[in-house]
Structure formats: C-alpha cells, structure tokens
C-alpha cells in the first residue's frame, strides 16, 4: 500500500486551493493586456505625431527655402537699385561738371559770328545733355520776315550747329511791336567735343 499512500486525496484535508493563483494569474494577465492596449495606443498616436512632425518640419523646410529665394531677389533688387540710383547720380554729377565746363562767351561769340546782323538774341535757354552737346532754346528778334529764314540758313551752315527747329513766330500784327519775334530750338557742339 506504500503506492496508495504515496498517491494525493484530493478529499482529505489540507487540500491545495489553487484559486489565488489563478485569480492573480488572470488579474495579471489582464492587466498585461490593458497595459499592451494602451502601449499600443501610446505607439500609434506617437508615429502620427511624428509623421505631423514630419510633415510641419519638410512645409516649414519648403517655406524656408521660398524665404530664402525671396530674400536674395529682394537683395538683388536693392543691390540693382543701389547701382541704378548711383547711375543716375552719376549721370546728374556729369551733367553739372558739363555746366561748369561750358564756355559760355565761346557759345555768345560764336552765335554773335553766326547770326545775321539785323536779329537780336532776347532769351537762351540750355539743356546739358550727355556727350556734351547743349540743346539751345533761342529767343530772337529780327526786323524782317527775311530774318527767320537768314537766321535759321546762318545756323543750319555752321558745323556746331544742328537739329534747327522753328518752334513760333510772332510778327508785329500778332502783338511784337518791336519786330518779328521767333524761337528756335537748336543743338550746339562745342570745338572741344567736334
């Protein structure tokens, strides 16, 4: 009987009440799985963070890019002002040595040498262009009709003369009581610049 003895009855007391173990087996098996659950939800809403993450740094990477484009046209563009400005100072700052430079009694006696006797200088007018050429515009006065026509013959003949043009004419009828009064508006070239 030594192998009956050796055998468990199950119906004799103390028994093994297996219960706790299995009740802390199931607890922790189903806190395991509540646990799993909610790694799972942490890892999923994680990577879409990271692709919105993604996603926000390459727009934010695309709007870098564009700003930067922006910025160096808009350098470009100040730079190509900065030079357009500088040109146009420089234009102003030629034109005004052109004035200082400009003989003034070289163009007086020249068109004293020019002009017909009987025809007065009443108004001149310059504008200094670049090249050095001075866009004239000469009031004068004459005693005859024939005196517009001498007159704009005399300059059309001389070298340092060009581009004559008879802008008005007023004779002593149409309110010149002193002669007949006419404008010109001519283009001098200095010898210097021949």
Known sequence: ???????????????LDERPVWLVIAVAVLLGAVLLLANVRLWVGFHRDVASVRQAIADLTVRGRAATQASAEARDALRSYKLSAMAIESRELLRLV??????????????????????????????FGEGGDVGLDVGLVGRTPQTVVKTLGALSADPLFHDVVLKNETNPEKGAPEGYSFELSVVFTPEEHK
């Open 1 to 15: 009987m030594a192998g009956a003895r050796d055998r468990i009855d199950f119906a004799r007391r103390p028994f």
């Open 98 to 127: 052109a004035e200082r430079r400009f003989s003034w009694t070289g163009l007086l006696a020249h068109l004293e040498r020019t002009l017909p006797a009987d025809v007065r200088l009443a108004r001149l007018t310059p504008r």
